[in-house]
């Protein structure tokens, strides 16, 4: 009776959210969706939310917008950022002329300000974009308020748009807000405004939103994305939040791809296309899976290569976005320059002093070595024969070490802070003189890519290949590890370490290859168990293993489970060099 109850209470809520906004935008056929939930918290940001997307589409054009955000996006502005700065503008556009027509409304939006200014304050002041939107709530409640020059010149361009007369001017207001705010070279890299709305609809067919194979194997059509793009254009905060929980669900979701003969021919070519060419030869990438892909991997098959960004087979969409990723990688590297190199010189001090140490010779009573006059005297009278000393000395250089980093889709919001965590690993260790390999993994149908940025052997100036890190697919974490510790097991330095960059969410797309069995789904529980046992197999094999945890906390139990005691949750990024370098420190101070 009471689920009863709420339903018809929801549905009672959707209808009169729904009536308004049909109402104020005088077009009863308008389909958008509604951010009911946030009712429960406060009306207020409920019924607000209808005015302004009411107001929004009667007074402009939200195609016109959406297609624009499209186009900036295709050329390589941030998407989520530029949304935020959409959504502020749209509400700044509309909320007058809505006001004009309903007295109520100006309260209305006042009361949706404060409760939301309550609820929300601490997520808005983590981004810049919600710092803006922070600062323009708070001058609507209070014309008096003061922040900074930067925040306030922004504002002010927002509140402008309170005469806008046209579409084109809320674009130009977002459009320069996102230059001047976000990124400053973005003009000098891609071109202004006009450069941006010149980007034809064919040019966005051919360069991804078509043909272009997604990373779940399935096709999202320019049209659907564009609906979207609208939909987003008006969402509140708590409905931002509720779709990028959706959008982690629908991420650990396993898909099932059924193929034909035709499509496995084209396989391996649209795996050369989004990753860039193989460094190895067919003839080895084959023996490789014959001998690695078996029992849970065995429909599959390794692929290994340097990148797009190395060795590209044409300058398709896939090579501009993962362009646009490295720069991004390297703006974040450089924004946190000195937290890097902070992070970088405690780790190589600590490998250096583990080093030091085992560099040092320890003198030892013994059966035999060098004699010590002054305990001769034991002879014939004791049963100690411990009459010699000798020197013990380790083999300071005998490590090897590989990092492993998880880059599938799950890790898109994280790529820029792993790329730094990869690169100060790195780092440190080319400080130290260790040898050491840096791969990315993540799978696109039945292969598991394995993106090296640099080998054992290779200099420092090699480390700085891991700010083309970037994510996409899902990712089987047991055959990854699998083929590191077969790399690792190649090596002749005794001492072998694997470190694993990951989410502690295994999962991927099973394959329906015409005339095989179904694989069982690489997902879940059973995904979990065969990377641990992976791990577990390593150690026995004499690899140390460390599981470097960068996910959610709802996903700990299942790196638990997969490293044992062994993994570092690295909540921190300015604490990473500790945790880290601890377990390294660990790992060379024991005896061989």
Same mark, same amino acid.
Not at 19 to 43: A, I
Not at 164 to 173: P, Q
Not at 521 to 539: F, K, P
């Given at each position: ?44 940001? @409920? ?425 996409? @697919? ?119």
């Amino acid at each position: 009776m009471k689920e009863y109850m709420e339903n018809e209470l929801e549905m009672e809520t959707a209808n009169r959210v729904r009536n308004l906004m049909w109402t104020v935008s005088g077009d009863y056929s308008l389909d958008v969706k509604l951010d009911v939930e946030s009712f429960q918290k406060s009306r207020y940001i @409920s019924l607000y939310d209808a005015v302004k997307q009411g107001a929004f589409a009667k007074y402009f054009d939200k195609d016109a917008l959406a297609l624009y955000v499209v186009k900036k996006v295709f050329l390589g502005a941030d998407e989520m950022n530029l949304m935020n700065l959409a959504q502020v503008c749209v509400d700044a556009a509309c909320h007058r002329r809505a006001e004009e027509e309903r007295s109520g409304v100006a309260a209305l939006r006042r009361r949706a300000f404060a409760d939301t200014l309550d609820l929300e304050y601490r997520r808005l002041t983590e981004s810049l974009t919600g710092m803006l939107k922070l600062t323009v709530m708070k001058r609507a409640l209070d014309p008096s308020y003061r922040t900074t020059r930067k925040l306030s010149e922004a504002a002010e361009k927002v509140e402008s748009l309170e005469e806008a007369g046209e579409t084109m001017d809320l674009i130009r207001v977002v459009d320069g807000l996102y230059n001047s705010l976000l990124d400053n070279t973005f003009e000098e890299k891609q071109g202004n405004l006009e450069e941006v709305l010149s980007v034809t609809l064919e040019e966005l067919a051919e360069y991804g939103w078509k043909d272009f194979l997604k990373e779940d194997a399935t096709e999202e059509s320019f049209e659907e994305y564009m609906r979207r793009v609208s939909r987003s254009m008006m969402r509140t905060d708590s409905e931002e939040k509720e779709e990028k929980k959706q959008g982690e669900s629908e991420a650990g979701k396993t898909h099932v791809v059924r193929i034909t003969e035709e499509d496995l021919k084209k396989v391996y070519s649209y795996v050369e296309l989004n990753f860039g060419k193989s460094f190895m030869g067919r003839l080895e990438g084959r023996r490789l899976d014959h001998k690695l892909c078996r029992g849970a991997h065995g429909d599959c098959s390794l692929y290994f290569t340097e990148g797009i960004l190395k060795n590209p087979v044409k300058n398709n969409y896939q090579y501009q976005y993962a362009l646009r990723q490295a720069e991004q990688n390297r703006r974040v590297y450089a924004q946190h320059h000195n937290l890097a190199r902070k992070n970088i010189s405690i780790l190589t001090d600590v490998l250096k002093q583990a080093l030091v140490r085992r560099s040092e010779r320890e003198q030892v009573r013994d059966d035999y070595g060098q004699v010590v006059p002054n305990l001769l005297w034991k002879v014939g009278r004791t049963r100690d024969r411990r009459l010699f000393t000798r020197d013990l000395g380790r083999n300071a250089s005998d490590f090897v070490v590989d990092v492993l980093v998880d880059a599938s889709g799950s890790q898109r919001v994280r790529q820029p802070k792993v790329a730094l965590q990869g690169c100060i690993i790195s780092r440190a260790l080319s400080n130290a003189g260790l040898p050491h390999r840096v791969m990315s993994f993540c799978s696109f149908w039945d292969y598991t890519i394995l993106h090296r940025f640099r080998d054992y052997d290779e200099d420092r100036e090699a480390d700085k290949n891991i700010m083309d890190y970037m994510t996409s @697919s899902n990712n089987r974490d047991g055959l990854a590890i699998r083929a590191a510790v077969d790399g690792l097991l190649s090596r002749e330095e005794e001492n072998k370490i694997l470190i694993v960059l990951s989410d502690g969410r295994p999962n991927d797309i099973i394959v329906n290859r015409p005339n095989s069995k179904n694989p069982r789904s690489y997902g879940g529980e059973y995904a979990v168990m065969d990377t641990a046992r992976e791990v577990r197999h390593a150690r026995s094999l004499g690899v140390s293993v460390l599981g470097v945890f960068a996910g959610r906390e709802t996903d700990l139990a299942a790196e638990k489970k997969i490293f044992g005691k062994d993994f570092a949750y690295i909540r921190d990024i300015a604490n990473f060099s500790n945790v880290v370098g601890m377990y390294l420190k660990r790992q060379m101070d024991r005896e061989d």
